[in-house]
């Protein structure tokens, strides 16, 4: 199974997931030309995927939902009520909703040979879910966007061999930084984005002996750095159970606005 994030942060989010025989997005938060040339840059074509599943419907997540569905007939999962929240999106224009598949969190599906299964997450959006992908007693996780984690989540993500999670922000450089206080609160509340120490937390209770690579991602223009994510969450994984050194965890951030490199099960 293979992982790469084709673009992270609040300016538009997409990711690569499949196997040698299927080939997954989740979430189109980019252009519809973005996400071929990324496609292309890791030598697949938009021909090629088979699903696109879409985590929630802030427009960082769909906004080339619209351009790249009216061009390329590709069934859209997502829940119920966040299908419902895409349809009443006015700007991504007309949209064909005959391959629009309702999906169901804790409800595993088949997509080719990927086994996909949605978990609730706490974020304000109308019904957010984050994804687990499993391929030959493989696993893939991919959560992004929520306020806070629970003991349910970990369940659901525990036993991953590649971790892509969100680290937002740095709460002291989003208190002092430009955004508004309604705004700042927004982010800070449960529903709202995951710290780079909250992430840091998760990641720590998400570990095991087999994970192959841990991607940061969504990281915050204004309210972040790359190396403040990666040594939070990187001293946060420190005198961990199962290794001295952390490099072997293979911890990277994902990048803004460009591919970023491929996570592989094997
Ligand atoms: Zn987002
Ligand atoms: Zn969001």
């Not at 879409?54 to 829940?79: C, K, N």
């Not at 961990?240 to 803004?256: C, V, W, Y």
């Amino acid at each position: 199974m293979h992982l790469c994030s084709l673009s992270s942060g609040s300016s538009g989010n997409c990711i690569y997931v499949g196997t040698e025989r299927t080939h997954l997005l989740v979430d189109t938060g980019v252009s519809k030309k973005r996400i071929v040339d990324e496609l292309h840059a890791i030598d697949l074509e938009p021909e090629d995927i088979q699903g696109i599943l879409i985590t929630h419907e802030h427009s960082d997540h769909i906004q080339g939902l619209g351009v790249f569905t009216r061009q390329y007939s590709v069934p859209v999962y997502a829940t119920e009520a966040t299908l419902t929240a895409i349809r009443n999106t006015d700007s991504l224009g007309e949209l064909d909703t005959s391959q629009w598949v309702a999906i169901r969190p804790d409800v595993p599906f088949e997509i080719e040979d990927l086994t996909v299964e949605a978990s609730t997450i706490w974020h304000d959006a109308a019904d957010p879910v984050c994804y687990q992908f499993r391929h030959q007693g493989h696993k893939a996780s991919i959560c992004t966007d929520l306020g806070d984690y629970d003991g349910y989540l970990v369940r659901k993500l525990s036993d991953s061999d590649l971790l892509f999670i969100e680290a937002n922000h740095d709460v002291n450089m989003l208190l002092v930084g430009p955004y508004t206080y309604p705004l700042k609160q927004r982010i800070l509340s449960k529903r709202g984005h995951l710290s780079n120490e909250r992430s840091g937390q998760m990641i720590r209770e998400l570990l095991n002996d087999h994970i192959k690579g841990i991607m940061l991602g969504h990281l915050s223009k204004e309210n972040n750095i790359a190396e403040l994510a990666y040594e939070t969450v990187a001293q946060s994984l420190q005198e961990n159970p199962f290794t001295s050194d952390i490099r072997d965890f293979h911890l990277q951030i994902a990048n803004r606005s460009a591919h970023s490199a491929i996570l592989a099960t094997d």
